[in-house]
């Protein structure tokens, strides 16, 4: 009897509710990829736009899900002694804002014109991508992590290689995949380090237990620590994790260029700052310098690179950007590295600094989408002149580009550089903090010399064929659309940059 009513107990102890408002934001997106592949089967194909309409719909109702959930106090799966699989805490409700907003931007950029690509499937993965990447920053287990990543990245894999017999496509999505598949096999390693030292995979208990690890385990422990952290610094494209990034946004869609560039990182960072702050901190000797230098090195090779791509305006513009996001990339690394130095530095400033680019890096994102509807090579020469064709798209990418060098009127991109700044100093790093003001001003040169371009007097052969071509290419609304959300944002937060700054503050743990 004691024995059945023993089993009977474990049994029920097994048996627990599942919160499903915690969990409802990537699951209303699961559910509309689900939704948009099975309606894709019975959609006739001068119909499929409204799959995209669908696919928007869906991302707009897993943000409105997130209202309910504002409190930050919800958790699930949890096990009896307390450590849970699922938070929704305040850290984890701002990425899946970030995450979920970039994918609804993503999906305007898109809408309308997806003719060339199948549709059902360019949806359905992008949705599920969205999926996995909003239930990562609510992963509090290292198992959970792992899979979440991979559902955020295996449909970008295939997003990236969607353009069906474009070499440059699939050349990229190989390029992509191989490079993803060899990060995350020595991050499972590291992981399976970490399981041998400790005997768990939650994140709170890691930390416990890595306090008070036997000598025996200690090198065991360490080298988990750093594999562990391979897979989500390949993630955000840390160097030398970054020899991806160029050909990748080259070759895929525009549209999932700007995906990678900013839900791609907010993925890699909110990983890396849960396995860091939550379940390593005793290990921030080991950690800490690691990526101290690896934001060094980042920034660095990222800047040095953009700027070699204005040495002539025949280079790709889409190639400019995506060297541009391994430098911001590197300036994203500062806080995480500071952390492991000072109990005050602000994880915060990582978090504002990534609100800050998303907005305006996909703002950047829309108008070479724009641009690239009548000039499909999209060169940095294609740009020049854009005021006298189209003066409202050349004021917003000017704005964007002012941002992201931290110049007025982007108020919030100087903001977003003065808090990371800020934590380097505070945290000791003087020597991090030069390295950053150096790679400031390199950065000024690009983006001061492509927003001149847009100024600029066109060429008369180029501007007469910008001319003819521009009335015949009439813009999709949603694009439009997806230009003035930025655009308005980016200026909101510029008149008013506490409000991003307030928004970081509740997000630390």
């Known amino acids: 009897m004691t024995l059945a009513a023993g089993s009977a107990t474990g049994a029920a102890s097994l048996v627990q509710s599942v919160d499903w408002l915690a969990i409802a934001p990537p699951v209303a997106a699961a559910g509309a990829a689900l939704l948009v592949l099975v309606a894709d089967l019975f959609v006739a194909e001068r119909r499929k736009p409204l799959l995209g309409y669908g696919a928007v719909a869906g991302l707009v109702v897993a943000l409105a899900l997130l209202i309910p959930l504002r409190a930050g106090d919800r958790s699930t799966f949890c096990l009896a002694d307390g450590a849970c699989s699922y938070t929704a805490d305040h850290f984890a409700l701002v990425i899946q804002a970030l995450v979920l907003g970039g994918a609804l931007l993503t999906a305007l950029l898109s809408a309308g014109d997806t003719r060339k690509l199948p549709a059902g499937e360019f949806w359905f993965l992008l949705l599920s991508s969205a999926a996995g990447a909003a239930l990562l920053p609510a992963a509090r287990d290292l198992a959970t992590l792992v899979v979440a990543l991979e559902v955020a990245s295996l449909p970008a894999f295939a997003l990236v290689g969607i353009k069906r017999g474009d070499r440059r496509s699939s050349e990229a999505a190989l390029k992509f995949f191989l490079s993803s598949v060899v990060a995350t096999a020595v991050m499972l390693l590291g992981v399976s380090f970490v399981y041998a030292t400790t005997g768990t995979m939650h994140l709170t208990e890691i930390a416990a237990r890595l306090d008070d690890v036997p000598g025996r385990f200690q090198t065991l422990a360490g080298a988990g620590v750093v594999l562990t952290l391979v897979g989500f610094a390949f993630k955000t494209a840390a160097a030398p994790f970054h020899f991806w990034v160029p050909d ?37 000797d080991v950690w800490g310098p690691v990526l101290a230098v690896l934001a060094a090195l980042t920034m660095t090779i ?82 020049r002149g854009l005021y006298a064709t189209r003066p409202l798209a050349a004021l917003a990418m000017g704005f964007f580009l002012l941002c992201l060098a931290g110049l007025p009127p982007g108020i919030i991109g100087l903001f977003a550089k003065v808090t990371v700044f800020s934590a380097a100093v505070d945290a000791g790093l003087g020597w991090l903090a030069v390295v950053m003001a150096v790679n400031v001003v390199i950065a000024l040169y690009y983006y001061l010399r492509w927003t001149a371009e847009l100024f600029r007097s066109a060429d008369t052969e180029a501007a007469a064929e910008g001319a003819a071509a521009a009335p015949s290419h009439r813009v999709p609304a949603p694009l439009t659309v997806a230009i003035v959300l930025t655009a308005v944002a980016g200026i909101t937060l510029s008149g008013a940059p506490q409000l991003i700054l307030r928004v970081a503050a509740v997000a630390l743990f």
């Not at 070759?251 to 700007?258: C, H, K, Q, R, V």
């Not at 500062?334 to 800050?356: C, E, F, H, K, N």
């Not at 305006?360 to 294609?382: C, E, I, K, Q």
């Open 302 to 383: 990222g800047n040095v690179a953009a700027l070699r791509q204005t040495a002539t305006r025949a280079r790709s513009a889409v190639r400019l950007l995506a060297w541009s996001s391994v430098g911001q990339a590197g300036y994203l690394l500062v806080p995480i590295a500071a952390a492991a130095y000072s109990s005050d530095a602000q994880i915060g400033s990582t978090v504002a600094y990534a609100l800050m680019y998303a907005v305006v890096n996909l703002g950047a994102f829309a108008v070479a989408a724009l641009v690239a509807r009548t000039h499909p090579g999209n060169r940095l020469s294609d740009y």
């Open 248 to 284: 990748t946004y080259v070759g895929a869609p525009l549209p999932i260029a700007a995906y990678l560039s900013v839900v791609g990182k907010a993925v890699g960072f909110s990983g890396l700052i849960l396995v860091t702050v939550i379940g390593f901190p005793s290990y921030a």
